[in-house]
């Protein structure tokens, strides 16, 4: 099992912004995200992940109340990301994605107390 580092993510503070800046950021694409080519969106599929909105949804999923931000994005990333056969710094970067978009939703505090 390979521990989620936001540090590895290769997504740059830019590509982030830019990504949340999208009006269809729920419904478009998943290869919306920085360096998720059509080769990886094919696998999030095969998981049955087809939209943002769902990524994100399920990494809200494991925030039970008691689990610390790290441990739910662990969780996230262990149980449905690293699975998909991605290589690992698509999975980092895909769920530190999914952390900010959330984070910045005010869904999810990744950075502060929970």
């Known amino acids: 099992m390979t521990e989620f580092n ?3 993510s290769r997504a740059s503070t830019a590509q982030i912004t ?3 800046r999208r009006e269809d950021l ?6 919306a995200f920085p360096h998720i080519g059509q080769a990886n969106a094919d696998k999030l599929s095969d998981a049955g992940f ?3 909105s769902q990524l994100v ?3 809200l999923s494991y925030d039970n109340g008691v689990r610390t931000p790290q441990e739910v ?3 996230f990333y262990t149980e449905d990301i690293e699975p998909t056969g991605m290589n690992k710094d698509k999975c980092q970067t895909l769920v530190y994605c999914c952390v ?3 984070d910045e939703k005010k869904l999810f505090n990744f950075h502060g107390d929970n």
Not at 26 to 31: A, V
């Open 18 to 20: 830019e990504l949340l």
């Open 50 to 52: 087809n939209k943002i």
């Open 100 to 102: 900010h978009i959330a």
């Open 26 to 31: 729920f419904e478009c694409e998943l290869t």
């Open 6 to 8: 936001h540090e590895l």
């Open 73 to 75: 994005a662990q969780q």
């Open 57 to 59: 949804g399920k990494l």
